[in-house]
């Protein structure tokens, strides 16, 4: 988004052109993109084409009044809001006009401070629609990504490339260590776009038995080798017109790597034991935890199919380089192996968990906390819920976490987010009741409305008490 595309653009409708000229000099002062027209006809052909958030308009037009305009706008443009500009013997239908749906009316002449503070407030609602939207559309991305979560800057950039590819043919490589989800982000580039109805296959490369790899990939006929009693259909094949995934790309032979090459280049495989190529349109996602680059040198991986494969990579990094994501984590494993349960992390814990390097990334992080849910009594995971490896670890307690202008947070912010969280979390399974969350959480109500005010909870972002 561009700097004039965030910002308030302003319609101005008058037949008076020293209101007009009037309103364009404060709505340009306050950073406003500012339009006028004279009539209600040259707004309408016109004027709405930039699509206004904010529309001022003269009650008293020469020909279709500003009501009548009011009401043409709210049918195209619902959000825009519209201000009605009227005299002193016309306040009456304005306020008619507000029931139509404007967002208030203000009295000619008027002072310019006067015009000012109603722009600001229109502003600021204006501006909260937008960040609520911008949310839903998060909230609502990030339930379609498959289980992609956090909110790291490292993270952010994963989930913007991944918007980028969805809708292309372009090969995709994705690098990460083990555990870091490079299915996931494959599904969630397939998933998120054009492609989403269309075929999935996924191959593990590593798991492919060497002898029947060349079939399993494309395919083979009849009578091609014994046991072949009828032709059957290879993955490239099963996914055209869709995703093929190829997890673990480095484990494949270089014979093997050969022939991917060709169907990349020709866009044609050749089913085992056959002399005719089957034309497949397929976009090819690889993934690997090896170093592909140590692999070029070492001769185990061809260049040429590097450079097809590589044409956009994705890297996914390893947890302990965005911490800041585990807390969020947390609470997701909580949710997904203990549905509808309320259960505590101690700070205790979560600086256990924060201090861990996690070699094994998510998934050992998803295990630690499945482990601790079987062994503990289902209301608080502390230090001793976990796994012996994290207790164990030398000075663990005593060692100094990233500090919070450290990229992706601190052991406090992570602490307070957790604490957040859980409090958000409290509220949302017992209905907003602040009673009952004291009491789940163990503090007073003193106390608990003290930790709202010190994560600026609003009373707003929470439900209403269905008892107090």
Partial sequence: MTVEDSRIRLLVVDDE????????????????????????????????????????????????????????????????????????????????????????????????????LLLRRMEEKIRLVQENRVLRERVETDQQLDGIIGESSKIREVLQMIGRLKDTWTPVLIRGESGTGKE?????????????????????????????????????????????????????????????????????????????????????????????????????????????????????????????????SVFIPPLRERRSDIPMLVHCFLDRHAEGETIEVTPAAIKLLMHHDWPGNVRELENCISRALALGDHRCIDESDLAPALRNENDAPNVQLPTPMEDDAASTVALDDLERLTIQRVFEKVGGNKEKAGELLGISRATLYRKLKRYQIAASQLKEETTS
Avoid: W
Avoid at 23 to 34: D, F, K, N, Q, R
Avoid at 52 to 70: H, T, Y
Avoid at 195 to 219: I, N, W
Avoid at 266 to 286: D, L
């Fill in 184 to 312: 996931l982000v494959a599904r969630a580039i397939h998933y998120r776009g054009a492609f989403a109805k269309r075929p999935f296959v996924t191959v593990d490369c590593g798991a492919l038995v060497p002898t029947l790899m060349e079939s399993d990939l494309f395919g083979y006929t009849k009578g091609a080798f014994t046991g072949a009693a009828k032709s059957k259909m290879g993955l490239f094949q099963a996914a055209d017109g869709g995703t093929i995934f190829l997890d673990e790309i480095g484990e494949l032979p270089l014979e093997l790597q050969a022939k991917l090459l060709r169907v990349l280049q020709e866009k044609e495989i050749r089913p085992v034991g056959s002399n005719t190529n089957i034309s497949v349109q397929v976009r090819v996602v690889a993934a690997t935890n090896r170093d592909l680059n140590a692999a070029l040198r070492d001769g185990t991986f061809r260049k040429d199919l590097y450079y097809r494969l590589n044409v956009v």
């Fill in 17 to 116: 052109y020293t209101i007009r000229r009037l309103c364009m000099t404060v709505g340009g002062t306050l950073g406003y993109v500012c339009s006028e027209a004279e009539s209600a006809e040259t707004a309408l052909a016109q004027g709405l084409a930039s699509a206004p958030d904010i529309v001022l308009v003269d009650l008293r037009l020469p020909k279709l009044s500003g009501a009548e305009l009011l009401r043409q706008i709210k049918s195209r443009l619902p959000s825009t809001e519209v201000v009605i500009m009227t005299g002193h013997g016309s306040i009456a239908s304005a306020v008619e006009a507000m029931k139509l749906g404007a967002y208030d009316y203000i009295q000619k002449p008027f002072r310019v401070e006067e015009l000012r």
